[in-house]
């Protein structure tokens, strides 16, 4: 009771503020407003009929709301990446429309009526699945991240993309529906394999990269999907319909979209996208080995270079989201003066394993410069480095896993960009 009573208190004293500046803010207008007193458009006939629109689209006013892709970074399109507008949402769940898409030939489209899974390897059964026939095994629901390995990558030697959708929106969140991967290899059988302690998976997808990546068997076994179903709709043809594989926690490119072939081997393939690419350059050239957990992340996405104050001081909500592939989000700070000192934000519900958190900082700002940051901690009590702290480890010749604190500076006028702070 006493939070709520602060908190009504807090929003009084700001809506004064705002009345005394003559701002928008004021509870109480000097003049009638005409939105409030006079018959608009809106409320004078008849709207749009509902089968105006048979698919529904977003409205003209939220137009902005889109993927983007970067010019110098995204030259090539059918081997390229866009952005998911991570400044422009709220909540967690991703609407796949605006989720971010990453290919290495093209998306392709593939019927459903034409999908083929091959299970082979070491098995029992050599098996090959419909689309009809994934259908027919038990479902599973899940809500997980899938996250780019690059996502971040471009800031390693400084800050260059100015805004979140540039430097954190290689990522989204959203619920997946499909069948474990245990029991796809269990129908197979994996007797044939003898003890699995040991044993790997080589999954291919069906378009002309086929972006093959070999995966553990305790992984495999463990939460690994074969997902047909995403927000409670099909695949879009740029995710992978009509099935893609799901990896929680893990970087996206294991992610295989279209997956055509799963085959269990006694060892890993070591193909080109888990050794040439998709690794971590040391400063002495050397690449680290198997990198696939994408460690605890976070970022502030209002305010932010695409998402500006507005409103003038006052009440303010920051807000933004976090992340950690080895379980779920347990704490968020945020800081307003660059790392010096921090507050505790308020998290919109418990986070869950490998799923995206959102979390709010209700704030009063005095309309002084800030440098907004964002540190989560998750569950394993593993704490978001600096920048400074990772490139100690990793020096500067990285691209993936860049999970370092993002520096957003706000001036004066609401505006941001991003810098780096030492």
Known sequence: ???????????????????????????????????????????????????????????QFEGDVIRRNVEWLTAD??????????????????????????????????????????????????????????????????????????????????????????????????????VSLRTILEEAGLTAAGDLKDKWVYVEGADASSNGRSIPMEKALDDVLVAFKANGEALRKEHGYPVRLVVPGWEGNMWVKWIRRIEVMDGPVESREETSKYTDVLADGIARKWTWEMDAKSVVTSPSPQSPITHGKGPLVITGLAWSGRGAVKRVDVSKDGGKTWETARLAKPGEKMAMTRFYLDTNWDGSEMLLQSRVMDETGYVQPTKAQLREVRGLNSIYHNNCIQTWLVRTNGEAENVEVS
């Open 77 to 178: 399109t059918i081997s390229s990446i866009n952005f998911t507008p991570i400044h422009a949402l709220d909540g967690t769940i991703t609407p796949q429309g605006c989720a971010f898409e990453r290919h290495h030939s093209g998306a392709i489209e593939l019927k459903k009526e034409d999908y083929r899974l091959m299970i082979n390897g070491l098995v029992d059964r050599p098996l090959v699945f419909s689309y009809a026939d994934l259908e027919r095994f038990p479902r599973e629901n899940h809500v997980y991240f899938c996250e780019c390995a690059a996502n971040t990558g471009m800031e390693w030697a400084g800050a260059q993309l100015n805004g979140a959708q540039f430097t954190h929106g290689m990522i989204h969140n959203m619920e997946y529906t499909g």
């Open 1 to 59: 009771m006493t939070k709520k009573t602060s908190r009504r208190a807090f929003l009084a004293k700001g809506l004064a503020a705002g009345a005394a500046a003559g701002t928008a803010n004021s509870a109480a207008a000097a003049t009638p407003d005409p939105l409030i007193t006079e018959v608009q458009p809106w409320a004078s006939g008849l709207g749009d009929g509902v089968d105006e629109t048979p698919y529904g689209l977003p409205i």
